[in-house]
C-alpha cells in the first residue's frame, strides 16, 4: 500500500466504524458520516467483514475511487468498556493524550452529575444506571482523582477536580455506566408519536422509504411503546438524516450503533405512531399477543386478568391497534413469565376509540394467576382492495387502496412506478 487515502464512506454504521476508534487508542465512537467531493478520487475500499474480524486494517484494503469519504468522530478522553452498547460500559479516562494510557474511575469519586456529563459527551442520552462494578472488575489503573462536574460541561476533563480522598477502591467497586441510548419520537401528541430521529452528532430524522410496520413494530417496543399503528412518509427537504440497518438491529446492537448516515441523497423523513397505551406482546404478528395496557402515570406495562376482560373490550383493543375483529380471546394464551397485572375491570360498550377511554371499576378478583391474563388474536386487517371492477378481484391499477390507522388512502407511486403487482391471493 505505503500511501495515505481516505476511506470509502458509503453505508457504514457507527457500530461498524468503531473498530477505527480503537485502532486509533481513541475513546468510543460518536458519530460517523461521509463527505462528498465535486471529483472521484482514488480511496481505500475496507472490506466490513474482514475490518471486524481483528485484522489489521491494511490487510482490509482494496483500491478504489469514489467521491464520498468516511468521516467518523470519537471521544478523544472517555470511553465506555465492555458494555452491551456504545452507551454502557466500564468507565475509563484518559487524561494524558501523549501516554495513551486509559485509567479506571473509582465509584467513590464520581457522582451523577459527572454521569451526565460523561453521557453527553459520548453522544448517548441521559443516564439511567450509575454502579460500581456493573462491567467487570477493573481492567486498568486506577485514576487518582475525583471529578467535580456540575453537569453542564461538555466534557469530564473541563470538569473541577480535585485529590481523591479514599484510600482505596477494590476492583468490584470501579465505576459501570448506563445512559439511555439517543432516540427519541419528535412533533407528535405524545413520546410514542412524530418523527422518529436519532442522534449522531447531531439529531438526525430517520429514512422512512424501505419502513414497514414490521420494523416500525421494533422501534415502538425499543421505546417502550405499544404497538405499532401507522407509518406515514414525506419527502425531506433537511439536508442529512439517517437510515436504520435492521439486519444490525436484529443482531441485538442499538438504534444508535445501526444507523447509516445520509449526506447527499434525498430522502423520505418518517413519522411514527406506536400505541401509548395498549400492546400485544409475544404473538406471531402484530394483531395477536398477550395484552398489555400501559399505566400513565408511571409508564409501566401490566398485564390484564382475563376475568376483568369480555368481548365488548377485545372489539375496542382490536379496533384501536388497526387490526380486524377479535378471534380468539382466552388466558394462557401468550403467557412466558409472571407479570403485574391490571387492577381494574374494563367495562368497554365496544364502540370507543381506545380501552382507556372505557369506563373501569375496581376489579373484584382476589387473585390473578399467569395463566390467566388475556392473550387476544384480532383478525388481520382487511388493508388491500381493487375499486371500480366487476368483482372485488378486478380493478384499477391506479385504484388500489391501503388501510393505514383507520383511514383509506391511494397507494403511493413512489420510484416513478406506474404500475403495481398484488397476488390474488391477498384479496381473498
Same mark, same amino acid.
Given at each position: ?72 468522530? =470519537? ?73 467535580? =462536574? ?18 482505596? =477502591? ?77 439486519? =444490525? ?180
Amino acid at each position: 500500500m505505503g500511501e495515505w487515502r481516505a476511506v470509502h464512506g458509503i453505508d457504514w454504521t457507527l457500530r461498524q466504524a468503531a473498530v477505527f476508534c480503537k485502532h486509533l487508542g481513541c475513546g468510543s465512537a460518536i458519530s460517523v458520516g461521509n463527505s462528498w467531493v465535486s471529483e472521484r478520487t482514488p480511496v481505500w475500499e475496507l472490506i466490513r467483514d474482514c475490518v471486524q474480524s481483528a485484522f489489521a486494517l491494511r490487510e482490509c484494503a482494496t483500491s478504489s475511487s469514489s467521491v464520498d469519504t468516511l468521516d467518523l468522530t =470519537c471521544s478523544e478522553s472517555v470511553r465506555l468498556m465492555n458494555g452491551t452498547s456504545l452507551c454502557s460500559g466500564r468507565l475509563e479516562v484518559k487524561s494524558d493524550q501523549s501516554n495513551q494510557s486509559w485509567s479506571s474511575v473509582c465509584e467513590a469519586d464520581f457522582d451523577q452529575q459527572d454521569a451526565e456529563v460523561v453521557c453527553r459527551e459520548l453522544g448517548c442520552g441521559p443516564p439511567s444506571v450509575v454502579q460500581g462494578g456493573l462491567y467487570g472488575e477493573m481492567g486498568s489503573p486506577l485514576w487518582s482523582k475525583e471529578f467535580h =462536574c456540575g453537569g453542564h460541561e461538555s466534557a469530564l476533563m473541563e470538569c473541577k477536580k480535585s485529590g481523591s480522598v479514599k484510600s482505596s =477502591c477494590s476492583r468490584n467497586k470501579v465505576v459501570g455506566l448506563i445512559c439511555s441510548e439517543p432516540v427519541k419520537m419528535e412533533g407528535g401528541p405524545n413520546r410514542c408519536a412524530g418523527n422518529l430521529k436519532v442522534k449522531q452528532g447531531d439529531w438526525k430524522k430517520v429514512d422512512g422509504f424501505f419502513f414497514t410496520l414490521k420494523e416500525a413494530a421494533i422501534v415502538c417496543q425499543y421505546l417502550d411503546c405499544g404497538s405499532a399503528l401507522n407509518i406515514d412518509i414525506t419527502r425531506s427537504s433537511d439536508s442529512s438524516g439517517c437510515s436504520i440497518d435492521f439486519d =444490525c438491529v436484529k443482531s441485538g446492537f442499538s438504534l444508535k450503533e445501526c444507523a447509516v448516515s445520509l449526506e447527499s441523497d434525498p430522502y423520505f423523513s418518517l413519522k411514527l405512531t406506536c400505541s401509548d397505551s395498549v400492546r400485544l406482546q409475544n404473538g406471531a404478528n402484530l394483531c395477536s399477543g398477550r395484552l398489555e395496557v400501559n399505566n400513565q402515570f408511571n409508564q409501566s406495562w401490566s398485564s390484564v386478568c382475563e376475568a376483568d376482560f369480555d368481548q365488548l373490550d377485545a372489539e375496542v383493543v382490536c379496533r384501536e391497534l388497526g387490526c380486524g375483529s377479535p378471534s380468539v380471546l382466552q388466558g394462557r394464551g401468550y403467557v412466558e413469565e409472571e407479570t403485574t397485572v391490571w387492577s381494574k375491570e374494563f367495562k368497554c360498550g365496544g364502540h370507543e376509540p381506545a380501552l382507556l377511554d372505557c369506563r373501569s371499576t375496581e376489579s373484584a378478583r382476589t387473585n390473578c394467576s399467569s395463566g390467566k391474563v388475556v392473550g387476544l388474536t384480532c383478525s388481520d386487517p382487511d388493508d388491500v382492495r381493487l375499486v371500480d371492477g366487476a368483482s372485488h378481484c378486478t380493478g384499477w391499477a391506479v385504484a388500489l387502496l391501503f388501510l393505514q390507522l383507520k383511514e383509506w388512502r391511494i397507494f403511493p407511486d413512489l420510484g416513478g412506478r406506474s404500475t403495481l403487482s398484488v397476488s390474488c391471493l391477498d384479496l381473498l
